[in-house]
């Protein structure tokens, strides 16, 4: 598994770069939304909302949760 794991980052490096700003960007999301909604935040509805706009651009999604 570990040989495998290596080989897939080889041939694509910046895909764990990727993952990794994504988590960042959502973990942001998460932090402005609570600011959003006074701490009274349901984290099962931010992660429902989250995937009902996951298929937007990152600042539609932004905008779109913290309108």
């Given at each position: 598994a570990a040989r495998l794991e290596v080989r897939k980052l080889a041939c694509r490096?910046?895909?764990s770069v990727g993952a990794l700003m994504g988590r960042l960007?959502?973990?942001?999301?998460l932090r402005a939304y609570k600011k959003?909604?006074?701490g009274k935040?349901?984290?099962r509805q931010f992660h429902d909302s989250l995937l009902k706009l996951s298929w937007f651009p990152p600042a539609t999604v932004r905008s779109?949760?913290?309108e």
């Open positions: 490096p910046t895909s960007e959502i973990k942001r999301l959003k909604t006074g935040l349901a984290l779109r949760l913290l």
